[in-house]
């Protein structure tokens, strides 16, 4: 593999003189009939309408070139095969593997990399028979009561991944079973979550690839007091996912142990056992394979090298277009259903701690635009907050939409000829169509510019099998871009600096709190900034 800066390709010329007149959807024919049909990809029961974005045929093979010429589907499949990725040549760095697909890389009779799909393969094993003495009553409680609830207790990739699945799947749990979240070290967050919980029937999953979270280990403390004040044995209530070897690797504190490995990265890892063991207890087995199956198929989709037929492949390079060249700072991705409403902080995690990066592979500082600013909430809830700004607002904020035709439960009502379903969708697309197309009007305030650039990626149903895809799709949009960028998108320094100041800054909070144990006053506060900041 033959990483070069972005901005030496061939195309990123091309496309820089292109974007001097972008597509002008606001025209008579800005958005005919035949655009619609012909700019739309479909792959493992998704649609991918973006006829709404600023782009020509011209503009589209550019992209293609772009993505050829920085050789996107050679790394990413080279990425799914084991290749050292997370890695800044010459410099002290994590220098592993990436292989978060080989978790779900399960349904080959020869996967990418084999070793890492068998070590999958065996924490699902293990898995299935926790599940199985849980769901068979071997798995209780002291009193041998059955287990009804699993809170996971988790920060950052091991928290938001498999929270947003839960709550995007949260319809098809099993009957009597249910999970809950604690990530923050705000002792509220565990407080709240414990309110009116029976932990006598509880199991806590303690999630840290390092077993060193401050926030995750002091959390689990928080846990095992209110356990054992309720006279309940912590061994028999706490289960642990983590890195073989890790500090928490200790088999006499916990149920079950489960483990993940270093070249899944937490943003990734929604689809190892740092999602899967929740996500298991309340849907099932079956479901996380669904889960599993959706992945993998987009996995296996995204190496075309089609941009026409590459879902995720294509989203990356309409990502840049819009980026690089069209100069929009920040993506809003817009989920047409409530259940995805943590969907796009888990993306937020997955794409400005992958990609929100100033040096180069290897290690020079970058001369272009990296990952955006991503952001967004559920419609049509957004549509009452912040949609004024997406239609009028001097910054133009390209969008993903995201939405399904059918709903989940399968409760829904005519109300004045129309389903609820139906309105949502509708409502979807007119968003997408007001913001390509705008409105012109005598009244300036009620004007409307238009080519605001977005696309509608829909499919059938929010289902274990579309989650599991969906995820994919958008974890293989980012990497594609980062690839591109020549950036590794595979590890986070940028959050060291503050979480070494926190420790050190608490050491200074703990001795004050000692010689003045009655108040932590401003005076106090703005004292141990200023030492610190001198410590610099
Ligand atoms: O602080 C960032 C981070 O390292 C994330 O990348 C990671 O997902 C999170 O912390 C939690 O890490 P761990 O799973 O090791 O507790």
């Not at 503009?59 to 050829?68: F, M, R, T």
């Not at 277009?321 to 937020?348: D, E, M």
Request: glycine letters at 8%; hydrophobic letters at 40%; a negative charge.
């Amino acid at each position: 593999m033959q990483f070069q800066d972005f901005s030496s390709f061939k195309a990123v010329a091309r496309l820089a003189l292109l974007a001097r007149e972008p597509h002008d959807l606001t025209t008579v024919d800005g958005l005919s009939a035949q655009r619609i049909r012909e700019f739309k990809v479909s792959a493992s029961g998704f649609d991918l309408l973006y006829g709404t974005q600023r782009i020509t045929p011209e503009v589209l093979s550019a992209l293609q070139d772009l993505a050829d010429e920085s050789g996107l589907i050679n790394t990413f499949k080279a990425m799914k095969q084991g290749a050292v990725l997370n890695r800044i040549e010459g410099y002290a760095c994590e220098n592993r593997q990436v292989l978060h697909t080989a978790s779900r890389d399960i349904f080959e009779e020869a996967p990418g990399s084999p070793d890492a799909t068998t070590k999958a393969k065996i924490e699902l094993t293990k898995l299935n028979a926790f599940l199985n003495d849980i769901g068979s009553g071997r798995v209780v409680n002291a009193k041998g009561q059955t287990f009804t609830t699993m809170v996971q207790v988790g920060i950052g990739g091991s928290d938001l991944g498999p929270r947003a699945l839960y709550l995007a799947l949260k319809a098809y749990s099993l009957p009597g079973r249910s999970a809950r979240f604690i990530a923050n070290v705000d002792p509220d967050d565990v407080a709240e979550v414990l309110l009116g919980l029976d932990i006598s029937r509880t199991l806590f999953n303690i999630v840290s690839k390092t077993g060193t979270t401050l926030e995750t280990l002091t959390n689990e403390s928080l846990v095992r007091a209110a356990l054992i004040k309720e006279g309940l044995d912590p061994a028999r209530h706490l289960v642990a996912v983590t890195g073989e070897g890790s500090p928490m690797d200790d088999a006499s504190r916990y149920r079950a142990t489960f483990y993940m490995y270093d070249y899944i990265g937490g943003r990734y890892s929604a689809t190892s056992m740092v999602g899967v063991v929740t996500l298991g207890f309340a849907l099932g087995y079956a479901a996380i394979i669904e889960i599993l199956r959706g992945a993998h198929e987009i996995d296996r989709s995204a190496e075309q090298r089609d941009i026409r037929k590459n879902i995720p492949l294509l989203m990356a390079m309409l990502g840049i277009w819009n980026h690089n060249f069209l100069g929009h700072a920040t993506i809003a991705v817009l989920p047409y259903s409530q259940a995805l409403a943590r969907f796009p902080a888990h993306l937020q995690q997955c794409d400005m701690e992958s990609n929100g990066k100033s040096v180069t592979r290897q290690g020079e500082s970058v001369g272009w635009q990296t990952g955006p600013v991503v952001w967004g909430e559920p419609g049509t809830n957004g549509q009452h907050a912040f949609y004024q700004l997406l239609h009028q607002g001097t910054e133009i904020v390209p969008v993903e939409f995201i939405g399904f035709r059918q709903n989940q439960y399968g409760l829904d009502l005519e109300v004045e000829g129309t389903s609820s379903q139906q309105k949502l969708v509708a409502n979807m697309l007119a968003q997408s169509l007001a913001l390509a197309l705008g409105k012109r009007d005598d009244n300036p305030a009620r004007c409307f510019s238009g080519n605001r650039p977005n696309s509608v990626l829909i499919t059938d149903q929010l289902s274990p099998r579309s989650m599991g895809a969906l995820l994919a799709i958008f974890e293989h949009r980012i990497t594609f871009q980062g690839f591109c960028w020549n950036i590794n998108s595979f590890d986070q320094e940028g959050v060291q600096l503050g979480k070494v100041l926190a420790t050190k800054l608490l050491q200074l909070l703990a001795t004050a709190s000692q010689d003045h144990p009655e108040k932590l006053d401003q005076e106090c506060l703005e004292k141990i900034l200023l030492q610190q900041a001198q410590m610099m």
